[in-house]
Structure formats: C-alpha cells, structure tokens
C-alpha cells in the first residue's frame, strides 16, 4: 500500500509544483509589463507594514468578531500546512506519520493545537457562507460581482470545509486503528487527538479495514485537494494569500491623499515661465517624443499598479465605502481592480499565443466606463478601507489623466475651469487684475 503511495504521489506533487510555478511566473511577467517605479527606500516601515498589514491583518481589526473569524482562516491556512509537509514527506518517503517517532509528545501537542484550528476554520467558513449567501450583506451582492467571482469565493469557502472535515475524519480514523494495533498503524501510538476522538462513535462499529479505506481516502483527498487549491490559487482572488505580503511590503509611504504630479507637465510650464531653464536644443533638430500622458492600458499603470489589481481581495470594503458608490454612481472601486486584472490577464494570453504582445484593438477604457472614472471625488475612502494597501485611486487618476490631456476628452465644466487657471491662474473667469475689486464696493 505505502510503495503504491510512493509509485502514484511523487509524479502528482511534481505536476502540481510545475504548474503553480509556470502559472506564478506567467504573473510575474503580467505585473512587470508596467512602468518601472522605485519603492526601494525605507525598508524598516516597509517591514513593519509587512508585519501589521500582512500577517497582523491591521485593517482588518477595525470589525473585532468578522477580523477574529478571518484570522482564525488565515492561521489555519497557514499553520496547519505545516501538518501537510509531514504527509508530503509520507507521500515520497512511503511512511506513515512520521514525524511522530522523533518528535514524541510535541508531536501530538501539534495535531491537537491543528485540529484546534481546523475547527475553527470550519465554523468561520460556515459563518461566512451563510454572510454571502443567506444574510446578504449589501457589498456581496453587488453586481460587480455577477458570475464568475461571486462563485470563486463560494467554491473556496466550501473547499475549507471540506478539507478540515477530511483532516479530521483522518485522524479518528487512524487513532482508531492505532488503539486496536492493526497493521502499521499499531507502529505509531498518538492516543486520541483533541477533536477527531469526537467522531469515534460514528466509527466504532466499522471493520479495520474499512477503517483504512476511510483513512486512506481522506489522506488522499486531502493532499491532492490541497495540490488542487494551490493550483487554483492564481486563477482566483484568493491569490492575495501570497501577494498580500510583497503588496504589503511595497505599500505607499507617502500621505494617501497625495497626488503625484507629471514631471513632463511641471517641466513644460516651468519652461513656459522661465524660458532660460528650458535644455537647449539638439544639433541635430531632432526631439526625444513626448510621454504619454496618464494611462491608456495596462502598460501605462505602473508595476505597483498591476500588482495591486493581482492582490485585490474583491472584498468590497473600497465600494461600500465609496460616497459615488453610495449615492448611487456606477463606480466601483473593486471593479476598477477587478477590471484591470481582467485586461492583464488578456494582455498577457496574447503574449503566450504571440509570443510577444500584438495589437489587439483593445485598452483599458474598454474594460473601465468614462462614466465611472468621472464619478470619482478623489477622497481616498477606498485607499483608507482597503485591508492589504491597494489604491484603485491611483488608476483612475493615471486614466483620467490620459482621457484629458491625450484625447481631450473631459465635460465642458472641467474645460472651462481648465481654460480660466491656463488664462486666468484660478478657477474664475476673472482677470488676475480685476480680483480684488471687491475690495473697492461700498
């Protein structure tokens, strides 16, 4: 049974691995089609932003109950991995809870503090199937979510159900077989585990070896259905659960509600007004081309950017704190970053057909409405709520930027006031002259 395991397992584990490193580096190469941007500086914040917002969930803390719920997700996603490196290290090696031999009673410490998590793991999920699916809440059934993502976070939320309820039902059953010594499972004696000594009852009256059928099932399912998560993962929101900590690590440092200016723009009218700063000419009478303004694509975002539509969690705090959202506007911050995924995503499938990227008529602007970049205030509310630092801001802004000054397209509001600061240097239709005149009245 073991040499079978060996035979069968080891070939799975290598197909898994391949997979999720060719579909990670596919990503990779997706996020770093954006502009080059510096975030090098002042590692000592960006380790502590690390810290807090990643693996402290900082944010997330603002609601205690629903942040405790999804701490106790995210530990057990994290920590109970580790039990699975033992059955990976079974799986090549042919042996059976290995670990046990030398690590004696820290070892069954460590399956008790594991089932422990799993069950919490199983009640949140339960709690926040029935948050979507039942109660409702306002920012879940948006829809922004229609189709495929409202599904996504369905499908992974019962898949957390499912391999908690194996995990557990593996370790009544071994136990089981263990007190009545059968086979090799008399080799390692645990005792009873926290939790799965629960389910016993149910188990009492099976034969031994319909015990190791079960067992060997659950232990099959559970590995293969964690090799299946992990290839899910970069296909789904949930790949936040890696990007969250570089994301977190390169977050902005600079205040949220500042906006970065155009050195091409600040350099055109500091030349205007002070002409002898201007570089002189060259010899030659050619002229570098102007830069693109603001962004038309997914190649005009920065890297940062991209990164972010990557990590997005689609959790809809950004939307539900949205004052356009609120009043009815059909911005979204979540879709913004959903959308533009969206696009790299198709950018980058045409890369793997191409070769390199060929011009398929497409930008941006088809995936995110004009609509939806005017109704945007600029006041950082989404920037504020968002748990792993992503600024759906910074994309509107650079795509307005790009509808103004490259295809002047902007509401005859915005025009006027554009033409009174280049005439007037203000706001008004009031000549610079004329401004204190009310001064003189009466």
């Known amino acids: 049974m073991l040499l079978f395991q060996q035979i069968v397992f080891i070939p799975v584990l290598v197909l898994a691995i391949y997979l999720f490193v060719r579909k990670i580096r596919r990503v990779r190469r997706n996020i770093l089609l954006g502009k080059d941007e510096d975030y090098s500086g002042d590692s000592g914040r960006r380790w502590k932003n690390l810290l807090l917002l990643a693996f402290g969930q900082k944010k997330m803390f603002r609601n205690p109950l629903v942040a405790v719920m999804h701490f106790v997700i995210y530990a057990g996603f994290i920590i109970i991995n580790i039990e699975v490196l033992e059955i990976m290290v079974d799986g090549i090696l042919g042996t059976h809870r290995l670990f ?44 922004d979510l229609d189709g495929w993502p409202r599904s996504d976070a369905n499908y992974i939320l019962l898949t957390e159900i499912v391999l908690m309820t194996l995990f557990l039902t593996m370790n009544a059953a071994d136990t089981l077989l263990q007190s009545r010594g059968y086979g090799h499972y008399g080799l390692h004696l645990t005792g009873d585990f926290l939790f799965s000594h629960w389910l016993h009852p149910l188990l009492n009256g099976w034969s031994s070896a319909a015990l190791v059928v079960l067992e060997r099932v659950c232990w099959w399912l559970h590995i293969l259905g964690i090799l299946a998560f992990l290839n899910y993962l970069p296909y789904s929101k949930h790949l936040h659960i890696l990007l969250a900590f570089p994301n977190a690590y390169y977050a902005r440092l600079q205040p949220e509600g500042k906006l970065r200016n155009m050195p091409a723009v600040q350099n055109e009218v500091l030349y205007a007004m002070q002409p002898e700063t201007a570089p002189p000419a060259p010899a030659d009478g050619s002229a570098a081309p102007p830069p693109r303004f603001g962004a038309k694509d997914v190649f005009d975002l920065s890297w940062r950017n991209l990164l972010d539509a990557y990590s997005c969690t689609e959790c809809g705090r950004c939307s539900a704190a949205c004052p356009a959202n609120l009043t009815g506007k059909v911005l979204s911050p979540r879709k913004i970053m959903m959308s533009t995924r969206d696009r790299l995503e198709e950018v980058g499938r045409n890369i793997d057909a191409n070769g390199k990227f060929t011009d398929d008529g497409k930008t941006l602007l088809d995936y995110i409405s004009v609509e939806e970049l005017r109704a945007c205030t600029s006041c950082n509310a989404c920037v504020e709520e968002c748990p792993v630092s992503i600024s759906p801001l910074e994309i509107i802004v650079e795509m307005r930027r790009a509808l103004i000054m490259e295809d002047s397209n902007a509401p005859q509001e915005w025009n006027a006031l554009f033409s009174n600061i280049e005439n007037n240097f203000a706001p008004w239709k009031f000549s610079p002259d004329d401004r204190d005149g009310w001064t003189a009245e009466g």
Do not use: M, Q, T
Not at 117 to 133: D, M
């Open 100 to 143: 046990s031999g030398f690590l004696g009673p820290v070892y069954i410490g460590l399956i008790d503090g594991f089932e422990v998590l799993a069950v919490g793991v199983f009640l949140a999920c339960v709690i926040f199937l029935s948050r979507r699916n039942i109660v409702k809440l306002r920012r879940f059934i948006s829809h």
